[in-house]
């Protein structure tokens, strides 16, 4: 028995909106391909490039824990500043995030990393001694390379001490995207 | 690694939502399955986190959609008899026990079923009868009593 478009939506819609979700997902079409958007009630959990069901699903799990349900509005604000940012109307986020689990090392990296302006690019040994542990670089690429909320913790900003891009997790390409989208390579 | 024993829910969801929906059609009808098909999966949601393993889902995802079919029935028919409840569906743990658990007052026999065929703990039957911890382990029990008593005489 097939169970219709219409009452599976209705379904995913009533139990985004009843909180009774571990983390809510979709897919979101973008400039730099299809997005896998997670969010969970404490906020932005995840942003994957290259969606894959079968792999994303048991990650999300093990962030926020076996109640996945791929819901829209789950991550309507989300899709929304996505959206204005890839239209060149938004240059920050005011998305809350849920980066829980993750080490004290790899969150003070990321606050940091949330922090540097759109447009402008810093390196890794910058960042490592902004969290004071300047000899830390490599730690922070690494942080910046498992960084599970590319694009809004804006690991893209993030480059080599000579001014080389080194590497992005989701490609060169996108890094390159997302930086001539800021302006910041020209 | 060994924190997710159980499915994530969009997987058990794709993998019953069909096998709910038809159950619930046979017992409700078109129109009214489809409110019994949110009802179950959003009882299915709340309970999913104390599951404390993913084996039965489906025989535990089906008896939540009848006992929503049974309240369904129940609010627009005061009276409704709920004897066929559990004609459907059986699996080897519910054959053995039919003979049983045949005559029981439905939420004690889906208990007995739970319980002693499926192994599943109070709390998991509780979320399946949409009812306490404490009521599932009481129904359970009376029903035991009943088959006993019926054996007996």
């Given at each position: 028995?097939?169970?219709?478009?219409?009452?599976?939506?209705?379904?995913?819609?009533?139990?985004?909106?009843?909180?009774?979700?571990?983390?809510?997902?979709?897919?979101?079409?973008?400039?730099?391909?299809?997005?896998?958007?997670?969010?969970?009630?404490?906020?932005?959990?995840?942003?994957?490039?290259?969606?894959?069901?079968?792999?994303?699903?048991?990650?999300?799990?093990?962030?926020?824990?076996?109640?996945?349900?791929?819901?829209?509005?789950?991550?309507?604000?989300?899709?929304?500043?996505?959206?204005?940012?890839?239209?060149?109307?938004?240059?920050?986020?005011?998305?809350?995030?849920?980066?829980?689990?993750?080490?004290?090392?790899?969150?003070?990296?990321?606050?940091?990393?949330?922090?540097?302006?759109y447009g402008e690019t810093t390196t890794y040994g910058a960042l490592a001694e902004r969290v004071g542990r300047p000899r830390a670089a490599r730690a922070v690429g690494t942080v910046m390379n498992r960084n599970r909320i590319p694009i809004v913790l804006p690991c893209h900003r993030v480059v080599g001490a000579t001014g080389n891009l080194v590497g992005y997790a989701g490609g060169l390409d996108r890094k390159v995207t997302l930086l001539e989208l800021e302006g910041a390579l020209l | 690694m060994d924190a997710v024993t159980i499915m994530p829910f969009e997987r058990f969801y794709e993998t019953h939502r069909s096998d709910v929906l038809r159950l619930l059609r046979r017992r409700l009808g078109t129109e009214r399955a489809e409110d019994a098909f949110q009802e179950t999966f959003l009882r299915a949601l709340q309970a999913y986190p104390r599951l404390e393993h993913g084996e039965h889902l489906r025989a535990w995802v089906l008896t939540i959609a009848r006992n929503v079919a049974v309240d369904a029935l129940r609010r627009s028919r005061p009276t409704a008899e709920l004897a066929e409840a559990g004609t459907e569906d059986r699996r080897a743990p519910h054959d053995e026990l039919a003979h049983l658990t045949d005559g029981l007052p439905p939420k004690e026999r889906a208990a007995v079923v739970l319980r002693y065929g499926y192994d599943l703990s109070y709390d998991q039957i509780a979320a399946a009868l949409g009812s306490s911890e404490d009521a599932a382990r009481q129904a359970a029990s009376t029903g035991v009593r009943r088959v006993r008593r019926r054996i007996s005489t």
């Open positions: 028995m097939t169970v219709s478009p219409d009452l599976d939506r209705r379904f995913r819609e009533a139990a985004g909106a009843l909180g009774v979700l571990d983390v809510g997902f979709d897919v979101v079409p973008s400039p730099v391909g299809e997005l896998l958007v997670a969010a969970s009630d404490q906020g932005l959990a995840s942003i994957w490039f290259d969606p894959d069901p079968e792999r994303d699903l048991d990650r999300l799990a093990r962030i926020a824990g076996p109640r996945v349900l791929r819901s829209p509005q789950s991550v309507d604000a989300a899709r929304r500043e996505l959206d204005e940012y890839f239209a060149g109307r938004r240059q920050s986020f005011d998305l809350r995030l849920d980066l829980r689990a993750l080490p004290p090392f790899t969150v003070a990296v990321l606050r940091e990393l949330a922090r540097v302006p | -």
